[in-house]
């Protein structure tokens, strides 16, 4: 009961951190659009329109969208709309932000996570590969595998990876999240799927890898000269037990709040990984609305993207305080 | 072995290590640094064509062109000795301004304390929360594409890790008996932080400053690609984008792509090496203190 209630006070301090960056990031979003050098009519209406339009009806426009109003104002307009699930209208697609958003959203979820599981998966084995044995052959190499894979930029890996699987040997669709023709069955509805996502996914989960595999294998290696470590192999458990049963464990803890501040990375990852391979996601929509100086969807975007951030790292804050009963809530 | 054994060899390791013998990784670093600082200063002379002159187009590699010729017949091999002045500078003047604003932002956070420490923290995790690249792609697009704002744009989100690094580093420094007899004598807070405090955190920040070279020609090179890149300086990211946008990939001319491919990589793979290799070294000197 006193651990509960420990627990929900934490939850309750770490919750109240989030309205002052909130605060942060809706001004930072605002101004990149205030300091556009835009004009947001011109957007909102168009080039050609604009220019047939009588002055008196620009400034009309001009009142509708309250750009007449002063910088703050405009800013608490806009935060008033936002609270009122109004997240303004993205002018390339003709159509309300958040809806667009909210649209596209699930394919990028689904690539983000399908790419970071794989990835937290062959980190955690490969990060084991090497703390079996500090300093063996295959440690060595894995730890310069990790640098080579550090060093390659993502785009790159996507295009090489595009080049062979898709262009060279065919194995694999190249881009979009389906066919064109969609394929009517269900097997065969999920098999085309499946082959969709498996390169963007791969590369996602190669781009990260060196993240996860670092973090996984020094935290091992601490755990292993830990005292709980020692007393397990004075208990004459053999070493497979030890790594897999004791220090794998405790070393799994803090990774999760590891997965939290990835976040931020992975949607840049996405980002990159979504414009080459033409995944339907919100990382693609991102790129297509900068191209295209969308502000009021990069607007949105940004305000999205860094609520999910903020979410993620709550989450894992939370879920390692649950799991670690040794976090002290203050 | 017995574990006993066996435990006590990994500690005769890490001892190894904790005297802090220039490791390989380092070594091949500076080996493939000093390359490709050779290739950047002496571009023109090692360049055997200008770069931006036009030629037969699509050419392999031959005896003539070392790298083949891209799409307008430009000497593959040229272009990539002068991409890597291009990515060199990105490179070091976008990280000397985040680590600068980084070192800034942690010294007066860490030294001041109280609610400057708020604020500026408070900033540092807005911007750790904010995913960057989306953010340096619009800031990107918005500015006209020229390589100061690309270097601007990059130094203005990269600095969190270093503040934080700092801070912390700053925080232990100025309960250190040194800064205390400093401030005993009379010294003011300017002289402690400049002349104390920041010698001791060099460290530090040259680990951090080396491995933000590395992030800024990573990200150089995507904005490039991505076609965010100042079109008047040919990157290796730049060369990669017009491969790509060109049909240099789905035709197979492997010797436009692979290059500047590499190149990148390898350039900031000796980065990594030597950074990597300065921050283990550090951590290793702190350890015994720690223990």
Known sequence: ?330 | MSVCARHKVSEAVLAGIRRGAPSWPVLIGLLLLAIFLILAIFAPLISPYDPWEPGKPFLPPSGTHPFGTNDIGQDIFSELVYGTRISLFVGFFAAFVSVAVGTLVGLFSGYLRGAADEVLMGATDIVLIIPALPLMIILAAHTSPSIWNIIIVIGALWWTSTARVVRSRVLQLREMPFVESARGLGAGDAYIVFRHILPNTLQVILAKFILAVAGAMLTEASLSFLGLGDPLQKSWGMMLNYAFSRGGFINGYWWWYLPPGICISLAVLSFVLIGFGLEEREQKAMMPSQL
């Open chain 1, 1 to 330: 009961m006193e651990l509960d209630s420990g627990l929900a006070r934490y939850i309750i301090r770490r919750a109240l951190q989030i309205p002052p960056l909130l605060f942060g990031i809706t001004i930072l979003a605002f101004l990149i659009f205030y300091l556009s050098p835009v004009n947001p009519v011109v957007a909102y209406l168009g080039m050609t329109t604009v220019q047939k339009m009588p002055a008196e009806d620009i400034a009309k426009v001009e009142e509708q969208l309250g750009l007449d109003k002063p910088a703050y104002e405009r800013y608490l307009l806009w935060l008033e709309h936002i609270a009122q699930g109004d997240w303004g209208f993205s002018y390339i697609l003709k159509r309300p932000v958040l809806d667009v958003i909210l649209e596209r959203f699930p394919a990028t979820l689904l690539l983000t996570f399908t790419g970071y599981g794989l990835s937290m998966v062959l980190g955690v084995v490969m990060g084991l590969a090497s703390a079996k044995r500090e300093g063996s052959p295959l440690d060595r190499f894995l730890h310069h595998l990790n640098y080579i894979l550090y060093s390659t930029p993502t785009f790159l890996a996507a295009l090489l990876a595009m080049l062979v699987f898709a262009v060279w040997l065919g194995w694999l669709p190249s881009s979009r999240m389906i066919s064109v023709n969609e394929p009517v069955t269900f097997w065969a509805y999920n098999l085309d799927r499946i082959r969709h996502i498996i390169l963007p996914a791969s590369v996602l989960a190669v781009s990260h890898l060196a993240v996860f595999y670092t973090y996984i294998r020094s935290s091992l290696l601490e755990a292993m000269r830990e005292d709980y470590i020692v007393t397990a192999r004075a208990k004459g458990l053999d070493e497979r037990t030890i790594l897999y049963r004791h220090a794998l464990r405790n070393s799994l803890l803090p990774f999760v709040t590891q997965i939290g501040l990835a976040i931020p990375l992975l949607i840049g990852g996405s980002v990159i990984v979504e414009s080459i391979f033409a995944w339907p996601g919100i990382g693609k929509l991102t790129y297509d609305a900068a191209l295209r100086a969308d502000y009021m969807l990069l607007m949105g975007m940004t305000l999205f993207t860094s609520l999910l951030v903020i979410i993620g790292n709550l989450m894992a804050d939370v879920a390692y305080a649950i799991l670690d009963p040794r976090v002290k809530y203050n």
